[in-house]
Structure formats: C-alpha cells, structure tokens
C-alpha cells in the first residue's frame, strides 16, 4: 500500500516508517496536518496514520477538512494519547477507522493496518474481479473482455488491475507510479499516460461502452462505470 503516515514526532516517525517498509509498503512522512492536506490536492493515498495532537493543525481538523472535501474512501488510523472514551468515540464518528494508543507497539500496529486495509479494500486479497464484460484473474495474469483474453504486457495487466480494485478512486500518478512501476515521482509520468491510453483502447474503456477513464488534471485517473442514462446520451 501507500501509506501517509502524518505525525510532528519524528523519532516516531522514522520508527514507523521502518515497520511499514519492512512490511513491502510505501511510506510518504509528512511532519504536520497542513503540509498534509496541501498534499492531498494532488496525491492519493491506501492509508493515512494520523496523529491526534499536532501544533499546525491536530489530527482531528485533518480528518473534518477530509470529510469536507469528500475524501473519505481512505481508511484512517489515528495514532493518539488519548485514551478517554469521549475522545475516541468522536473521531471514530467523524469517520477515523481505528486508533493506536502511544506508546505504539509494533505487532499489534502493523496487524490493526493490515485487518483497516482489509476491511477498506476486500478487492485486494481477492482471486479475481468479475464486472461484466471484464474478468481480471490475478492468479493467471490473465484479462477476459467478453470471455475472449485481451492481450497485454506484464505492465499493462498490472495497472488494470490496480484499476479495478480501485473502481471510482481518484488516483494520483505518482500513486500509479509507484504500486504498479515501483518508482516515486522522480519517474516520468508519461509513462503512465502511455499505458492508460493504451489499456483505453485495448479494452475499450469508454463511455459508449459503459465505462469512463478519465484524466484528472492536475490530479491523476479516474476509472468508472458509466449509468445507463449517460451510456444512451453518449
């Protein structure tokens, strides 16, 4: 996954950033609430680690301006001293997922990130995703349009994958770039306008046939069913 871990401690920080790693994800540190949400106009993200208590701009306010701007299909973990049962109660209504109490333990941390991600992502621990006319089977490598294979490179089944187990998220191109290439956004984004253009055609991603992949300025990808209404108006 890519992660947003948001926390002014930074000894913590870097400790929590190592687990992460250790554990295959990608983990983009930001000091403070502010620089976060600044960040957030452009990027995307599978998880944001919240702390609570922050001098810019704490983890609550982060997690209404979220609310706010209609960011809530990212699940939230807050990391907080707090333990009073009010104050748990509220951010969990305000939409946060989970919290971790400080001192923050290793195994139970990393197992309450990976049963969140489970619970905010079922598509990801599945075999395969059936939307008709589409089957994406992840054990074969293989893409069905129509029950006929569609002929892709290694690159392209892997950024149509990421894809369709993200159906209508806005996603970033450095997301894209590093879950599917590995690579920050020092790698050229073009590749992948490249290879979304590509998989458009090869799969016929298109409104007239139901689907919609869009191109977010400024912001990334979109990939959507179409309604019934704007199929027949397209």
Known sequence: MRIALVDDDQHLAELVKIWLEDEGHQCVYFPGGVEFTHSLRRESFDLVILDWVMPDMDGEAVLKWMNEQEITDVPVIFLTQKTAEDDVARVLLLGAD???????????????????????????????????????????????????????????????????????????????????????????????DTHISRIRKKLGLIPEKGWRLTAIYHQGYRLEQVDVEEKQAS
């Open 98 to 192: 989970d919290y971790v109490t400080k001192p923050v333990r290793q195994k139970e941390f990393l197992a309450r990130v990976t049963a969140v991600s489970r619970r905010a992502s079922p598509a990801a621990t599945q075999e395969a995703i059936e939307i008709e006319p589409y089957r994406i089977d992840f054990k074969k490598h293989t893409v069905y349009y129509c029950n006929e294979i569609v002929k892709l490179t290694q690159k392209e089944f892997e950024l149509v994958s990421f894809l369709f187990k993200n159906l209508g998220r806005l996603l970033s191109r450095n997301h894209i770039l590093s879950s599917v290439w590995g690579h920050g956004g020092e790698f050229n984004t073009r590749t992948v």
